[in-house]
Nanobody, 121 residues
Framework: QVQLVESGGGLVQPGGSLRLSCAASGTIFSINTMGWYRQAPGKERELVAV???????NYSDSVKGRFTISRDNAKNTVYLQMNSLKPEDTAVYYC???????????????WGQGTLVTVSS
């Protein structure tokens, strides 16, 4: 099995910054994609940012220029640096990973438990 453990959420004022971390552990052969989704109250889960193999990134238009995703492959960890936070960024942020547990493995994506980010004055 694979576990994703997030950290770094909390309460921050508008304009502030937070850094989320997510570490993957367990039976890991390779990680193709790691990233972040979020779900605000009453809304569907949406992509925030993901990083694929080769450091190819995708960002939601709503966070481009404010959020930066990075990975430490040696630690199987992904980070999300969030700057210039807005109240509309308030949501539960979920870590996401597409992991191969062995050669040719096609497991469905793994998800973390989520970490709450609240942007409020």
């Amino acid at each position: 099995q694979v576990q994703l453990v997030e950290s770094g959420g909390g309460l921050v004022q508008p304009g502030g910054s937070l850094r989320l971390s997510c570490a993957a552990s367990g039976t890991i052969f390779s990680i193709n994609t790691m990233g972040w989704y979020r779900q605000a109250p009453g809304k569907e889960r949406e992509l925030v940012a993901v990083m694929h193999s080769g450091e190819i990134t995708n960002y939601s238009d709503s966070v481009k220029g404010r959020f930066t995703i990075s990975r430490d492959n040696a630690k199987n960890t992904v980070y999300l640096q969030m700057n210039s936070l807005k109240p509309e960024d308030t949501a539960v942020y979920y870590c996401y990973a597409r992991v191969q547990r062995g050669p040719g493995d096609r497991s469905p994506p793994f998800w973390g438990q989520g970490t709450l980010v609240t942007v409020s004055s």
